[in-house]
Nanobody
């Protein structure tokens, strides 16, 4: 069983920064990929970023490119999301996800992940 715990959310002004952390626990944790998704009020959950656990690729949603940076620390079973130049439209609950199985589903899709955290609220004031 894998458990994911997000932290680092909060309230910041537009133009500010936040760093989200996702700490994973579980026996022999070695996923194929880790991802970040977000869900704004009244909207569907959307892809933010993903990273391969063993190296090789990183994906970003177009609206996050140049502003968000995903990284990981395999030794700590942790993935990070550095968010800069934040905008009010970035306000959402941010979720961490782990994909522990090989899949043909793109890692930009929710269905490619099998474990989810509880989410952390990010609020950007204008």
């Amino acid at each position: 069983q894998v458990q994911l715990v997000e932290s680092g959310g909060g309230l910041v002004q537009a133009g500010g920064s936040l760093r989200l952390t996702c700490a994973a626990s579980g026996r022999a944790f070695s996923p194929y990929a880790m991802g970040w998704f977000r869900q704004a009020p009244g909207k569907e959950r959307e892809f933010v970023s993903a990273i391969s656990w063993r190296g090789g690729w990183i994906y970003y949603a177009d609206s996050m490119k140049g502003r968000f940076t995903i990284s990981r620390d395999n030794a700590k079973n942790t993935v990070y999301l550095q968010m800069d130049s934040l905008k009010p439209e970035d306000t959402a609950v941010y979720y961490c996800a782990a994909g522990t199985r090989a899949t043909v589903i793109p890692r930009t899709k929710e269905g490619s992940y099998d474990y989810w955290g509880q989410g952390t609220q990010v609020t950007i004031s204008s």
